[in-house]
C-alpha cells in the first residue's frame, strides 16, 4: 500500500538549516506530483512546497519562498525538503503527501527551530 516514512526534523537554532526526507513506498513514485505540508501549533495544516512529477516544476507558499526547496529522487523514491535558513515560525510537524494516492497522513517529522 501506499507509504511515506518522514525524517531529518530536529531542534535547531534560528538561522540554521535542515534537509527533511520522506522514503516514499507502495506505488510508482515517479509518476506522481508530491508536497510538503507543515502543521503548527496555531494553524492548520498547509502546503508549503509542491513538486511535479519530473521535478521541473516547483512551487511555494509565500511565506516561505527563498528559504525552502524542495527536489526529489526518482530512483530512488525520496523526496527532499531543505530549510535555509530556519525562522521560530518554521517550528512544526512536517508531513509529505502524494495528493492523488494517499488517504492518510504519515506521522510527520517535528521541526523546533528555538534558540
Known amino acids: 500500500q501506499v507509504q511515506v516514512v518522514e525524517s531529518g526534523g530536529g531542534l535547531v537554532q534560528p538561522g540554521g538549516s535542515l534537509r527533511l526526507s520522506c522514503a516514499a513506498s507502495?506505488?510508482?513514485?515517479?509518476?506522481?506530483?508530491m508536497r510538503w505540508y507543515r502543521q503548527t501549533p496555531t494553524k492548520e495544516r498547509e502546503n508549503v512546497a509542491s513538486?511535479?512529477?519530473?521535478?521541473?516544476?516547483?512551487i511555494y507558499l509565500d511565506s516561505v519562498k527563498g528559504r525552502f526547496t524542495i527536489s526529489r529522487d526518482n530512483a530512488n523514491s525520496m523526496l527532499y525538503l531543505q530549510i535555509n535558513p530556519l525562522k521560530p515560525e518554521d517550528t512544526g510537524v512536517y508531513y509529505c503527501?502524494?495528493?492523488?494516492?494517499?488517504?492518510?497522513w504519515g506521522q510527520g517529522t517535528q521541526v523546533t527551530v528555538s534558540s
Open positions: 513538486i511535479n512529477a519530473d521535478g521541473t516544476t516547483t
Open positions: 507502495g506505488f510508482t513514485f515517479s509518476r506522481y506530483g
Open positions: 503527501f502524494c495528493p492523488d494516492l494517499q488517504k492518510n
